[in-house]
């Protein structure tokens, strides 16, 4: 039995490998450098591969020629918008410009991940990224290898990846397509996260008509690493040996980052699946334990991963940033079909694929480490000498002793064209301000507020997750100490000292819609105040900024603002922005999803045993206080109780005050030293209503309140800066001092009681039993599974509980996506029992076994 | 006492195996899957993960890695062995243990806190429970639905070797909701739940997942004072 591939000598291939082939598949051989300068006129489809004319004549003038095919290809991938940032780059220098870049950051912006020191010894890093259309064409895939990238960019630092999370946005929840996209995507994450070991610890899942033709799947990953480990992706050393570590390439997501990620979807998205690329997790976790097996023997002297862009980006950038040249020999990447052409090898986006630079004297040992993890590792190239004159060196790229690439690296790395785009704010705003949300018609009587507080608890975006969250592993590694439903994931990272992080992500598309720089700055302060009600220091930020089409000056403007806010509120809150990604063309035709900004905010705690919990604790004796901390004022335009309620969304967003969020962040850390608080809970989707049910949900708790005058406004007002704390008698009065020492506002709200009810004094009563029913019932019923769910209450009706949530009465902002969900109907195909096709189909269907070792 | 836990490529709880077994006492040996060597362990715990990527059938291919023909040989002469989910599916790959675990009912992946029922507590790796204790354990897999033909599911049931059941819900449609078997010595026990993500306050929902920990270094204290007592005869 073998369970290893021969990865003895370099050039020496097991599989596959392009001079297998006896006969080229163009006639004449590839278009070659030297072809190129005698044919300067050949017509070349720069603009099929997403050129502009003029980005197509800087090429001709930086290479002195007509780029060769292979070459074309290459520029067409790394000028694409996913690359190179170009028409985003002009606003995202304010987060380097206006944020503090503070003393804990090791790496930041430009790295593949940003760096933030957590002890003398300690750093982790960590960074969320887009995979959104992949998603939307291959569900399964499309999610799986969107894990599977952040994790490298994480490892590829340095670290070892100890935590994903996802934060994603689907259409609306009834919709016949989320049947189709969301199962696909939760399994995909699940079935990639899970295999790799590792936890799943939050995130998001939001449902919006906005989304119905272009749903979001962000994911999340962390990693930790001693300081002294951290990598980079210099090719640094003349002479230094180039070698692919991982998988085979093969034809997979070829034009992924051109093709999906950087233009608008049309009806011909279903025929991108070949685009997208198809994920080995068990490759990735071997992938990873040889990386880190690497980094602590001293041998990696550059290190880069391959994801979008495939060899293209990584041979690119390692050569830029060190200035030198490389030499790279094409025939030597091990494929896995003998076929591929040179420029095909290039542009292959193959998932589980790192790019090593050793020192020649290093190789035999990295190949045997390589060796003992079952893992392909090929020296390709070798890194060669800038210019003498001190210009950078070159990128020679030969296929069978053809010369196919010899570029700067830097022009395509480093200078791709840079758009300062038009901006226009969007026509229809003023009116859609104009609408608020405060004039809507709102339940009076104790018994109509207590039928919206079921209502909105079992609406989609409120209610339990757990449908979804209990596909993912969460406990694998065992540092795991809070996961979702918890305000914030919390992971211990040393089991002697108890140091530790809390992660949170958020956004909201519809403050973002009705305001885009409050809206990032609103998805900023919930994330930050999520980290801090678990008592963690919040330190550093990353973003993923999800936007409709560039070209669209609407949209411009409404990334232009977000980014101004997300900078801004950095910059007031003193957390730098580490690192993240942008991704535009999220539409469909010409509708864009709403602006959707998602922040993740790292904290840092000094010993997570003081962690606080979400969830009221078992009573003893007379109950802890229940106290609001913050103040709430009417703010209910852009409110999941507007929208579920009344279809509505318009007005402004509730009004952010960061200092206010700073002084009460630093309030949690205190009250968590001091051990005050038994349980907080950050208020905001669905306000305080929300907050109390999840509280008392968690640990089967319930609460008596009073509430002050006009107790709706209370229960659903979204007022940022508030968070509901429960403190065990007797401390009341250190807790109280200690909120009044940072300003902070405090009121009263009551206690948590033995009898599992909600109630709010003159107002309703609301059995837990009862609540939790309409919580937990709407995911099961709409994706499958309310038949055991019911099983498990011991409770037959419930499966057959007609408590529907009213999907919202659809106003202006649905109809810009009905036709596109209408025509994505169509395309995907449901069967009759439920289960979508494609998801069906992917459970069942082994990943490919051609890496798989030999048994 | 010194435990081994093996390592296969796609090994996902190993460090957490060793986590819990150093917590409940144990000496850990960490064993690789391609060395035959056991390193003189008293027992071994195979513990969760997807062996190989499980792309063929879970643990198929980890049954016949070196460290595995070792383990085989060994359990069968007595040295308590413990498989968690792929360990499981290892050790009835490799007959250790009879049927099969196969796709949840439900086709999903599933990550619970899970409420089992001891009853077979005359094992290597049990009897630090009584019999009928209610545990919360988690359980987390994709391939977790037990299954056996009905001759064997009556041999088990009456033969005592039902470790555990799940309580207040089947996780994975597992027949007669079995969770945990033994084999006829009682040294080789297979549990699909997790007790080794149960063995602190700080990150787990209980802390019974000790107690199979426990269990085992208070057989193993137990056999090496048998021994000794025999020496003395």
Redesign the interface.
């Known amino acids: 039995?073998t369970?290893q591939p021969d990865t003895s000598a370099a050039p020496k291939q097991t599989g596959f490998a392009a001079t297998d082939v006896l006969v080229n598949e163009f006639d004449g051989g590839p278009d070659t450098v030297q072809r190129a300068g005698t044919t300067p006129d050949e017509l070349q489809p720069h603009t099929e591969l997403g050129l502009k004319d003029d980005e197509y004549d800087r090429i001709r003038q930086i290479l002195g020629r007509r780029p060769t095919a292979s070459e074309l290809a290459m520029y067409s991938i790394m000028w694409s918008e996913h690359c190179s940032y170009k028409s985003s780059k002009v606003h995202l220098r304010q987060f380097g410009d206006k944020a503090p870049r503070g003393t804990r950051m090791l790496a930041g912006i430009g790295e593949n991940a940003g760096v933030v020191q957590i002890s003398d010894d300690l750093a982790v890093t960590f960074k969320v990224e887009s995979h959104n259309h992949p998603s939307f064409v291959e569900p399964y895939q499309g999610a799986a290898t969107g894990v599977g990238g952040i994790v490298r960019d994480i490892l590829a630092m340095g670290a070892r990846p100890i935590a994903v999370m996802d934060p994603l946005r689907f259409g609306a929840a009834d919709h016949p397509d989320t049947a189709r996209v969301l199962p696909g995507v939760v399994?995909g994450i699940?079935?990639y996260g899970?295999?790799?070991?590792l936890p799943n610890i939050g995130g998001e899942i939001v449902f919006d008509p906005t989304y119905q033709g272009n749903p979001l799947v962000n994911a999340l990953s962390i990693g930790v690493l001693p300081v002294e480990r951290l990598q980079h992706k210099e090719a640094a050393g003349v002479g230094n040996i180039v070698v692919l570590l991982g998988a085979r390439t093969g034809r997979d997501g070829i034009g992924g980052v051109s093709v999906l990620a950087s233009a608008t979807f049309d009806d011909e998205a279903e025929q991108r699946r070949p685009s997208v690329q198809v994920g080995?997790?068990?490759?990735e976790?071997?992938l990873i334990e040889s990386c880190l097996e690497l980094y602590d023997a001293g041998l990696v002297a550059g290190i880069q991963d391959l994801g979008g862009a495939g060899l293209t980006c990584a041979l690119t950038e390692t050569a830029a940033a060190a200035g030198t040249g490389m030499r790279v020999w094409l025939e030597r990447v091990p494929l896995r079909e003998a076929s591929m052409s040179p420029t095909e090898i290039l542009a292959s986006e193959s998932q589980e694929r790192m790019l090593l630079i050793v020192t020649p004297q290093n190789l035999e040992a990295v190949l045997s480490v390589a060796e003992k993890?079952?893992v392909w590792a090929t020296a390709i190239g070798e890194v060669t000498p800038a210019g003498e004159d001190g210009s950078p060196g070159r990128l020679v790229i030969s296929w069978n002793d053809h010369v196919v690439v010899d570029v700067p690296p830097g022009s395509l790395a480093d200078d791709g064209p840079v758009y300062a785009r038009p901006i226009r704010e969007p026509a229809d705003l003023i009116l859609l301000q104009a609408d608020k949300a405060e004039t809507l018609p709102r339940p009076a009587t104790g018994d109509e507020l207590r039928a919206t507080v079921l209502r909105m608890i079992a609406s989609p975006n409120l209610c339990d997750k757990?449908w979804v969250?209990?596909?993912?592993?969460?406990?694998?590694?065992?540092?795991?100490?809070l996961a979702q439903p918890e305000d914030s994931g919390v992971l211990?990272i040393d089991?002697r000292t108890g140091l530790g992080v809390a992660l949170s992500v958020d956004g909201n598309g519809r403050f973002a819609r009705l305001d885009p720089y409050e809206g990032a700055r609103l998805a900023l302060a919930e994330a930050y105040r999520n980290v801090a009600v678990t008592g963690a220091e919040p330190v550093a930020v990353t973003d993923c900024l999800n936007f409709g089409s560039p070209e669209d000056p609407a949209v411009m403007w409404q990334f232009a603002e977000a980014v101004r806010g997300l900078a801004d509120g950095c910059q007031q809150l003193g957390t730098p922005v580490t690192g993240g990604n942008v991704s535009f063309y999220n539409q469909t035709g010409a509708a864009a999803i709403h602006p959707t900004p998602v922040v993740g905010v790292l904290g840092v705690f000094d010993d997570?045993?003081r962690r606080i919990p979400m969830g009221f604790q078992t009573p003893s004796g007379d109950g802890d206080l229940l106290l609001l901390l913050g103040e709430t004022t009417t703010e209910l335009s852009g409110s999941e109780w507007a929208w579920v309620t009344h279809g509505h969304l318009g007005g402004r967003p509730p009004k952010v005050d960061l200092e206010h969020e700073r002084r009460l962040a630093q309030l949690m850390a205190r009250a968590s030293q001091t051990g005050l608080v038994s349980a907080a809970h950050d208020l905001s989707d669905g306000g305080l209503a929300q907050a109390l049910v999840e509280s008392c949900l968690r640990y089967n708790v319930g609460a008596q309140v009073t509430l002050a005058a006009d107790a709706f406004v209370q229960l659903f007002s979204e007022s940022a800066g508030r968070v509901l704390v429960a403190v065990p008698r007797g401390h009341e009065k250190a807790f109280k001092a200690l909120a009044a020492e940072f300003t902070i506002p405090v009121s009263s709200l009551g206690v948590t009681t033995s009898e599992p009810v909600l109630e709010v004094r003159d107002q309703f009563s609301l059995s837990l039993d009862k609540a939790r029913e309409a919580y937990e019932g709407t995911l099961p019923r709409l994706f499958?599974?309310s038949a055991?769910l019911a099983?498990?209450h011991g409770d037959p009706e419930h499966a057959a509980d007609p408590t529907a949530p009213a999907s919202p009465d659809r106003g202006d902002e649905v109809l810009i996506t009905a036709a596109a969900g209408a025509a994505m109907e169509s395309a995907a195909p449901i069967e009759a029992d439920g289960i979508p096709a494609a998801a069906?189909a992917e459970?069942k269907e082994?990943?490919p076994?051609d890496d798989?070792?030999d048994? | 006492m010194r435990i081994g836990v093996v390592t296969f490529?796609?090994s996902?709880?190993d460090?957490?195996a060793a986590?819990a077994a150093r917590i409940a006492g144990a000496d850990v040996v960490r064993l690789w899957h391609?060395d035959p060597d056991l390193h003189g362990v008293d027992a071994v715990v195979l513990p969760?993960?997807?062996s190989?990527?499980?792309?063929?059938r879970c643990g198929?291919?980890a049954r016949?890695?070196p460290a595995m023909e070792s383990i085989i040989d060994a359990a069968r002469g007595g040295l308590p062995v413990l498989g968690i989910c792929n360990g499981f599916q290892i050790l009835c790959e490799a007959h250790l243990l009879p049927g099969a675990l196969t796709r949840n009912q439900?086709?999903?992946?599933?990550?619970?806190d899970q409420w089992l029922r001891v009853e077979g507590t005359n094992t290597a790796w049990s009897n630090a429970f009584t019999a009928g204790q209610e545990v919360l354990i988690?359980v987390?897999n994709?391939e977790g639905c037990y299954v056996a033909d009905e001759r064997t599911l009556d041999a088990l049931e009456a033969e005592g070797r039902v470790v555990a059941r799940y309580i207040?819900?089947n996780p994975n449609g597992s027949q007669r909701d079995i969770a945990a078997i033994t084999n006829e010595a009682g040294n080789v026990v297979g549990i699909m739940p997790?007790p080794?993500?149960a063995v602190?306050a700080?990150?787990?929902p209980s802390l019974d997942g000790l107690g199979f920990f426990t269990s085992v270094l208070r057989a193993l204290a137990g056999a090496s004072a048998g021994a000794n007592a025999g020496g003395h005869q």
């Open positions: 039995m369970t399994a699940g079935g899970n295999c790799l070991g080995d997790p068990f490759m976790k071997l993890w079952g757990t969250t209990e596909q993912y592993d969460r406990y694998v590694l065992g540092n795991t100490v211990r089991e997570v045993a499958g599974g055991e099983n498990r069906a459970v082994p990943s076994t798989a070792p048994a | 490529p796609g996902l709880d460090g957490d986590r391609g969760g993960g997807f190989y990527g499980d792309y063929l198929a291919i016949f890695a439900h086709l999903h992946f599933r990550n619970r988690p987390k994709g207040r819900g997790h080794e993500h602190e700080l990150t787990g």
